[in-house]
């Protein structure tokens, strides 16, 4: 189910930054987790980061921590994820995504149990 929206994507110098945005129309985030996954050319898809419904606790693949930071905004109904010191290994699809939680805990950043997808936004780090 495509029902989130990514945006921020582009062409970046490697070290340079870019914060992409995740929301919906359809629904408040309140009770939903909110993760970030990226999927390369070639490569299996990811779990970049995640951000917990309630008290909003984080969690990163080691790939990106001290890197990359995602946020939430529940006002706007948006989750962020800043990226910092971009890598051309870095170059992939993103896709934010978000599940209604039943159990209160530190949010997954494994694909299941996501069941709300947004359409990905191209992020391509280059010189």
């Known amino acids: 189910q495509l029902q989130l929206v990514e945006s921020g994507g582009g062409l970046v110098q490697p070290g340079g930054s870019l914060r992409l945005s995740c929301g919906t129309s359809?629904?408040?985030?309140?009770?939903?987790?909110i993760g970030w996954f990226r999927q390369a050319p070639g490569k299996e898809r990811e779990g970049v980061s995640c951000?917990?419904?309630?008290?909003?606790?984080?969690n990163y693949a080691d790939s990106v921590k001290d890197r990359f930071t995602i946020s939430r905004d529940n006002a706007k109904n948006t989750v962020y994820l800043q990226m910092n010191s971009l890598k051309p290994e870095d170059t992939a699809i993103y896709y934010c995504?978000?599940?209604?939680?039943?159990?209160?805990?530190?949010?997954?950043?494994?694909?299941?149990?996501?069941?709300?997808w947004g359409q990905g936004t191209q992020v391509t780090v280059s010189s």
């Open positions: 951000i917990s419904s309630i008290g909003g606790r984080t």
């Open positions: 359809l629904f408040t985030f309140d009770y939903h987790h």
């Open positions: 995504a978000a599940y209604r939680i039943t159990i209160q805990g530190l949010c997954p950043i494994s694909a299941p149990p996501y069941d709300f």
